[in-house]
């Protein structure tokens, strides 16, 4: 390992990404006149948002959208709502976008956007209305050519069809290409729901050649079982490995012998949540995270895997569908123990590879097969893959500096062709 900086124990979403950074900016040898254009985020917007609730009183929500790059293309990245959203975790979300869409090679920048509110709190007419206000707060910086939103925590293609409606309305004319995520009845594309859990999927199938180690009869964990994670864990499940433990903000499910995932599908529909699952067991969340198994999937939020319980750990690869969910400290744990990492900006690109898909779509008004969808998914996920795990062994260095340095060196390369306006 020739990467020997010390490292900072923070749970700041932003400083692990600005960290892991100059990990990679010192192992490209980039000039420091790039790193300064390219580290930090280039537009932040923060938006005061009043809202009417169902019983008269108006709220104040906080929204924010951050641009983190927009060298290689337009801004393109989700909307979180959650209680937790702070401007610092917009930042990072935005700053992996950025090099995510690098190490894809789809022709993006990086941005994201939250608010700070607890949607499961709220009535749908409550969300609309904090939606529609969010969108049209937020619109000098959206738009096709400009930032693209798309789905993230606790958003969906609702969300997402609430806001075409909004940006579309004072326009004047119907612009589906103003975000991604939508309805297929708005201009959606075929694939995109599961399109990150695909490229989960497709990236762990990878690993697992890549190890030697047969995906048939492996032992799957899967923490948030959520839009990512439960289609991770279906198409795991359809490859016949066992997926023998999940969660969600609710709690833990275990059974030795493995889940049945369609129907735990089903259930969660049902009752919102996966505690109670015929046949499972309730275990505790440190329980869950250091169970014996092949395949580890954090698909929940940053900071899962930490300093004090990466320790814990016995899967043989952890494939992180979420976004920052090991800290630097975590990660120099887990490859001490030789776990292989697939890394965020690697492991769940499927979601903005399926987004620019649906984008090119609306672009161009004609509308692709499933099977299109999913074949050209499969190739960008495994060439990606093979791009970074090539870096990870010519440069000896971990497969999540090395995602960074594809990802930050091509973005290198588009500003350094840009130059410098004005
Ligand atoms: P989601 O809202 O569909 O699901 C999130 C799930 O996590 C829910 O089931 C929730 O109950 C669970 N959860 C929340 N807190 C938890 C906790 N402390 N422990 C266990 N489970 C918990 O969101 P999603 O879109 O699946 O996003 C999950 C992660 O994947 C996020 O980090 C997101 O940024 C990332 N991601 C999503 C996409 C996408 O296209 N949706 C793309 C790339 C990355």
């Known amino acids: 390992m020739q990467v020997t900086e010390k490292i900072k124990a923070s749970k700041n979403p932003f ?90 090679n789809i022709p993006y920048g990086g941005g994201k956007g939250g608010v700070t509110c607890s949607p499961k709190e709220m009535s749908q007419g409550e969300l609309e209305r904090m939606t529609r206000r969010y969108a049209a707060s937020i619109l000098p910086l959206i738009g096709p050519e400009q930032d693209i939103p798309a ?18 309305m004072t326009k004047g004319y119907p612009i589906p290409g103003v975000v991604t995520g939508k309805p297929i009845a708005l201009g959606g594309s075929l694939g995109r729901n599961e399109a ?15 190890l030697g180690v047969p995906v048939k009869g492996a032992k799957v964990v899967v923490q948030g079982f959520g839009n990512a994670g439960s289609i991770a864990a279906q198409l795991l499940h359809g490859a016949e490995a066992c997926v023998i433990g999940v969660s969600d903000s609710r709690g833990c499910i275990y059974n030795r012998n493995g889940l049945d995932v369609p129907k735990l599908i089903t259930y969660k529909e049902k009752t919102g949540q996966v505690l109670g699952f015929p046949g499972a067991e309730e275990i ?55 776990v292989f990492l697939i890394p965020d900006i690697l492991c769940n690109a499927g979601g903005v590879t399926v987004s620019y898909f649906e984008w090119v779509q609306d ?24 791009e970074v795990l090539k870096i990870h062994l010519d440069r000896k260095v971990s497969m999540r500096i090395a995602a960074n340095m594809l ?16």
């Open 15 to 104: 400083e692990a990404a600005l960290q892991n950074f100059d990990l990679a900016a010192n192992m490209l040898e980039l000039d420091p006149n790039i790193r300064q254009i390219i580290k930090y985020p280039e537009r932040i917007l923060h938006v005061s948002l009043p809202v009417r609730m169902d019983d008269g009183h108006i709220h104040r929500f906080e929204g924010y959208r951050v641009q983190h790059s927009t060298a290689r293309g337009p801004a393109k990245g989700g909307i979180r709502f959650h209680p937790n959203v702070t401007l610092d975790e917009v930042k990072a979300l935005a700053t992996w976008m950025t090099w995510k869409c690098a190490v894809v």
């Open 151 to 168: 789905p993230d925590v606790y958003t969906n293609s609702q969300t997402m069809a609430w806001i075409m409606d909004t940006y579309s």
């Open 407 to 422: 990802g930050v060196g091509r973005v290198g390369e588009a500003v350094k062709l840009r130059g410098l306006y004005p």
């Open 196 to 210: 990150t859990g695909r490229g989960v999927y497709y990236t762990t199938l990878s690993a697992a050649e890549h």
């Open 363 to 386: 672009e161009q008004h004609l509308f692709w097969e499933a099977a299109d969808v999913y074949n050209r998914l499969e190739r960008v996920m495994k060439t990606s893959f093979a």
């Open 284 to 338: 505790r969340p440190d329980e869950l995270l250091g169970l014996e198994c092949g395949i580890l999937i954090p698909a929940a939020l940053e900071n899962a895997i930490d300093g004090d319980n990466a320790r814990t750990i016995k899967a043989k690869i952890v494939g992180e569908a979420a976004n920052g969910p090991v800290t630097p400290e975590g990660d120099l744990i887990l490859e001490d123990k030789g």
